[in-house]
Structure formats: structure tokens, C-alpha cells
């Protein structure tokens, strides 16, 4: 693995060392963390987004959706317990 540098500004680095000392590890290690967590979150992001073209573009395609009332029931009741039916898909082109 190759060696990378980081020279955070001052007061990036004072706050990282502080973080560190409250959670007990280094402030390396506190860094390490904090990229990993910020790059895994870049990585969901970007997913997310992508999942969302996808479904606009096959929203698009299709010409049908989902009744935001309809799901919102079939939300609410599936977090009482209940067995509710799946709501339909609909065209909403006229």
C-alpha cells in the first residue's frame, strides 16, 4: 500500500485531536475513521442517486406510479403489523 500524506489545517486538526482523546484512540485513527466513514457515505450516495435515475427513467418509460396517499397508507399500516395489500401501480399520463 502506498504512503499518502494529509496535512488537515490547524484547527482541523485540533478538533480531530480532541474527538480522538474523548473517544480514546489516536488521532490517526480517529482520521482513518472519519475518511472510511466519509467515503462509504460518498459510495451510498452516488448508489442512491443512481437508483433514483433508474426509477425516474423507468417512471418515464412506463407512464405509471404510485399514488403517494396509497402508499402512505400501505406504510402505515404494514407499521401497525398489519397484512396490507401492495398499492397498485396507476398511469398518470393522461
Not at 484547527?11 to 462509504?40: C, N, T, Y
Not at 406510479?65 to 397498485?88: F, L, M, S, T, W
Amino acid at each position: 500500500m502506498s504512503t499518502t500524506s494529509l496535512k488537515p489545517p490547524e484547527d482541523v486538526k485540533q478538533l480531530a485531536v480532541e474527538a480522538s482523546r474523548q473517544r480514546g484512540i489516536s488521532p490517526h485513527a480517529f482520521m482513518v475513521e472519519a475518511i472510511r466513514g466519509a467515503a462509504i457515505a460518498a459510495e451510498m450516495r452516488a448508489a442512491f442517486v443512481s437508483d433514483a435515475v433508474t426509477a425516474r427513467t423507468e417512471t418515464h418509460q412506463s407512464g405509471t406510479g404510485y399514488a403517494a396517499a396509497d402508499v402512505h397508507e400501505y406504510i402505515q399500516e404494514c407499521a401497525r403489523g398489519k397484512n396490507a395489500p401492495e398499492p397498485k401501480a396507476k398511469p398518470w399520463r393522461s
